[in-house]
Every structure is written in C-alpha cells, then in structure tokens.
C-alpha cells in the first residue's frame, strides 16, 4: 500500500502557498529558506531571463532574470547559477515598460477610424483622402454618423483658412456631415450640411474663435459640439481597444489621458476590469463645461488591479500656437494684432484651481503661450499658500503635483518661478521638432531663444514627456530622439534640412529621455515605486527590444521596433505573428 506522506506533504505547500499568495510579505520574511517557499517560487511565481534588464532601480540598476506573481515583480537578481550554454540561448533585452505621459486615448481610437489628413500638402490632397476614405465607409457623414478625419494645417493651403464650401467635393459630398480636426486638435472644419444645424447668427464665446465660414478655434468649437451625435459605447469600445492595441505595440504600458469626459469615466471603469483593457490609464477629469467645478460628476478611481487610477482634473488656460490661439505677453511677431487668445480669465483660473485642489484633486493646466504659462504658476501658487499651513510652497507641491501641460513657451522670470515651486512640466517633444520650421516666425527670435520648448533647462523639475497623441505619433521613441536630438524623428534633420538640431542647448541625453517615459510619469501620477521600474513590489510591465538602448547609434532610435510588450506580467504584443488583439 502507497505511503500518503507525499500526499500530506503536497497538501501542506499547497495550503502555505495558497496563505502566501494571498498575504505574501509577513510569511515570506519569516520562511524564506525553507524548502516549502522554494517550492511555492515554482508554483507560484513565473521566471523570466533576458540578456540585459535594465531596471530603472538604484538598489540594482542592471539584472538579468526577474520573477513574476500576482501581475507584479517578486524578485529581480543577477542569475549566478545558470551555465553560459544557457545565458547564451537568451534572447532580447528589456527595459521597463513606457508612459506616455500626455494623451488621449478615445480621441486616439476615433482617429484610427477617420480621415488622416497629416501632412497633406494641399487643398487637393486633402480632397483625394476624403475621396478614397469615403469610398471604403459607406457609413461616414450621415446624421448620425459624421465623417471624422484630423491633421489639417492652414499653412499647407497657402497659409489661407479653410471654408465650409471646400468640402463639397462632388454632388455626393454636398449632402454629407463633415467634421475634421486640425492638427493641434483646437480647431474643427465642418461641412455645409454641419453649418445648416447652427444657430444663426452664430453666438460670439468667449475664449474662441471663428476664423473663417465653416472654421471654429478653441471655445468656439463647442457650437458645433452641441450637435455631433456622440458615438455609443460599442464604438467607444472598440476605439479604445483599437488605441490600446497601437500602444502596446509601440512598447506603452501605461498613459496619462488628459481629458476623460464625464461620460467616458463610466466605461472606463467597467472596461477597465477586462483583460481587452491592455494599458495602464492614469486619467484627467474633464467636466462637460470646460474649466469649471463638478466634483459631485466625478469620482476617484483606484482600480485593484492597477489599471484605471483617477485623482486629477484638466483645466485649459489657452489655445494651439499653430492657430495663433496660445496667449502671449507680446503680440505674435508674424501677427501684430494678436497675442492669442485666454481661454478663462486669470482670477476664474486661480478660483478653479483653488476649488479642484481643496477637494483633493491634484490639477493639472493646459497652458501654451508665455502668458497662460504665467497665469496657470500663478493659480498654483495661490493655492498652494492655503493648501498646507506650516509647510513651505515647495514642500506642499510635492504632496499635491500640480502640472502644467504643455509648458510650451515660458518667459524666463515664470520658468525661475517654476523651479521654486517645484511646478511639474509635461511635455511634449515631438511638439519641438513639428513646430520648428515656423514657430521662430511666430515667436521671434529673443522669445524662441529665451522661452520656447525647454527640456534640459526644466530637468531638475522631473519632466513628464509624452507625445499629445493623436496630435503627434504615438511612437514613444520618437519622442525620444526629438528630446535627444531635437531634430525632426520623420527626417533626422533639423528645420532647414540641417542636421544640426534646433537649439541644440535643450537636448538632453538618453537616460534623461528615458526617465521621461518611465520614472518621471509615474511620479507626476503618484505610483512611484510602482511604474516606471522594474523591482520587487512594482507593477510586472516590461517591453523586450532586440538590442540594449546604450549601444544603438542615435539615428537607430528613429525606427525601433518592440519585439515584446508585457502587462502586469502578461503578454500583450509580440511582434512576431503579428500577435493577435488579446479581444
């Protein structure tokens, strides 16, 4: 008759396995060398062993195999047991998985499934891609459905403004809904049939602008909201798996979304529980007024999963520089009579600002020009000098993370002024490296010089970079190497086909670079120690390259392409295959 020893000792494992599992760190301190916690490693806990880790952790900067259990890191260590035969089968290199740490993700997930309309280089071009995309979506342009595209520029039309009537195309085109997005996304062209559903004559909103017939900057844009049939759900879902597909593949386990409507944080929340929900979304809250108050519309949402937090609120200070719209101090140098337009007054601003933070939200401001950069330090640093009584203001910025997005062009008094307060810039890289061909004739030379897209001067603020997407390309390493070069990611070459990058004296190296997609966006969303690295007790998101960072030549970042993208310890994209959507 078999011994059942084996079988009471199984059991045993089995059940203090099951207890560590559940409640892992006191058990595990008081029996890590027992032969029952070696086997709970095998059971419970999944190794993996690369060439190079890097860790983005100053206890070991550089491993070799991590272990796995319950979606976060158990152990990361130097493998000192394996033969060479076996080190030598190892295959990729592994970094910590990116943030991108200013985007959107619905927005990004419509434009997949509208008219990409980037860098077309005329009217006609324009036309021709309307053409061919309506031809492929009989849906597209009716009532309830309008025909969506994003990427225009004014500039390629000999730098006139579109109008209503250029869209109607053909007889077929008269009878559709348009409505297509500027590049910077803060103005929106529609149709004539979308111009016959406003009211007449058109209301004057402060904050906004109507440049043309048919053309509707910043504010203004909300006429025509207030009749764009919202998609349902099952669209809004399939928008967000589509985007999150494209970020996963891109090597993005996690994202700031600035600006999730009162609408979306529902479905957020729902989808976020499903294993189709594939990166980790620190959101913004947006009410459905812009800069206003609605705590009692929001909530804040800490997912036990970790993959839907939400304790911020977006605020707008101004608009795009690319439509004259972000406000400056001094009028525009290549337009006398503006300096742009606020989109909330500085006292609104500071009151907001005030009300969002005492409720507990950290805020965060869009602010372009050197005056809404001012205005928005300037509500920061009213709030901050009631916020906590015996701390200093730098001291309570560092509980509460106040963020200004953008930061695009910051006179150098407010950029001293940041650095006291401790105020976190959020930038955009590729926005540098788009905008360089006018943004000088903008600005002028003394403000680009002084003001314009600082990156290293800002370092010891912790930058957040990220890409503005669907604005810029989502592709992390762009931004990258516009941040290490600041030159153009499409080309390699600065804005006069150059290849000396424009003010070369903001670059900053590649572990900076790196920092901003990975460290500094996890403190700028409070999960330091969580995202961003690789360590025990952190999220398990990691991304597999076929060579280390250190040793490619720069130019090589400009067409990286990820092999592996891991999730809280699941496989999300593999290149080879392609793998399947995980839906």
């Not at 979304?257 to 976020?272: I, M, R």
């Not at 720069?554 to 092999?563: D, F, G, H, P, T």
Request: proline content about 5%.
């Amino acid at each position: 008759m078999p011994s059942f020893g084996w079988l009471i000792t199984l059991s045993v494992v089995v059940l203090l396995g099951s207890l560590i599992y559940q409640n892992p760190e006191p058990l595990i301190a008081s029996i890590t060398n027992t032969l029952a916690y070696k086997v709970f490693q095998q059971i419970f806990e999944e190794t993996h062993c690369y060439v190079t880790v890097r860790t983005n952790s100053a206890d070991l900067p550089h491993a070799e195999c991590f272990s796995v259990a319950n979606g976060k890191f158990r152990r990361v260590f130097l493998d000192e047991t394996s033969y060479d035969l076996i080190k030598e089968r190892r295959k990729g290199h592994v970094i910590p998985g990116l943030w991108d740490g200013h985007g959107h993700l619905s927005q990004f997930g419509e434009s997949l499934d509208s008219v990409d309309l980037f860098d077309a280089q005329s009217m006609d071009e324009v036309k021709k891609r309307l053409v061919e995309y309506k031809a492929g979506h009989e849906e597209a342009g009716t009532s309830e459905q309008w025909l969506r595209g994003i990427g225009w520029d004014q500039a390629n039309f000999k730098g006139k403004w579109p109008v209503a009537k250029d869209l109607e195309i053909d007889a077929h085109f008269k009878d559709l809904y348009v409505m297509l997005d500027r590049v910077d996304v803060h103005c929106i062209w529609v149709s004539e049939k979308v111009s016959s559903l406003l009211p007449k004559p058109l209301p004057q909103v402060p904050g906004g602008e109507i440049p043309a017939k048919g053309v509707f900057c910043d504010n203004a844009m909300d006429i025509v909201m207030a009749y764009y049939p919202k998609p349902n759900n099952a669209r809004r879902t399939k928008w967000i798996q589509d985007a999150m597909f494209e970020l996963n593949k891109h090597g993005i386990v996690g994202m700031h979304d600035a600006g999730v409507f009162l609408s979306e944080q529902k479905l957020y929340k729902e989808l976020s529980a499903s294993d189709s929900w594939t990166v980790r979304v620190y959101g913004m809250s947006e009410c459905d007024t812009r800069n206003t108050f609605c705590p009692d519309d929001v909530e804040k949402v800490h997912t036990a999963n970790g993959m839907l937090h939400m304790q911020s609120v977006k605020l707008f200070a101004d608009g795009a520089l690319g439509s004259w719209g972000s406000a400056m101090i001094e009028p525009y140098s290549d337009k006398k009579s503006s300096s742009g337009t606020l989109l909330v007054n500085a006292t609104k601003l500071s009151k907001i600002t005030h009300d969002w933070a005492h409720a507990g939200y950290q805020v965060n401001i869009h602010a372009i020009g050197d005056l809404a950069n001012r205005i928005a330090i300037d509500a920061f640093e009213e709030a901050l000098k009631t916020l906590c009584p015996g701390s200093t203001l730098r001291e309570c910025q560092a509980k509460h993370r106040f963020r200004i997005e953008h930061a695009q062009i910051i006179h150098p008094d407010d950029q001293r002024r940041m650095n006291e307060l401790g105020i976190i810039p959020s930038i955009q890289p590729t926005h540098a490296t788009s905008d360089m061909p006018y943004a000088e004739t903008r600005l002028g030379k003394r403000r680009t010089e002084e003001e314009a897209y600082r990156m290293r001067s800002l370092l010891p603020l912790k930058p957040v970079f990220g890409s503005d997407f669907p604005v810029e390309p989502v592709n992390p390493f762009e931004g990258i190497y516009a941040a290490v070069t600041r030159r153009s990611p499409k080309t390699g070459l600065g804005p006069k086909g150059e290849k000396k990058g424009w003010y070369e004296s903001e670059t900053v190296t590649l572990e900076d670079a790196l920092d901003g997609f990975t460290v500094n966006p996890a403190y700028a969303a409070f999960l330091e120690g969580k995202a961003g690295v690789i360590e025990s007790g952190a999220y398990a998101d990691w991304i597999v390259l076929d060579e280390p960072l250190e040793t490619l030549d720069i130019e090589s970042l400009r067409s990286i392409q990820v092999k592996e993208t891991w999730v809280g310890g699941r496989l999300v994209y593999k290149r080879a295959g392609p793998m399947e959507a995980p839906w």
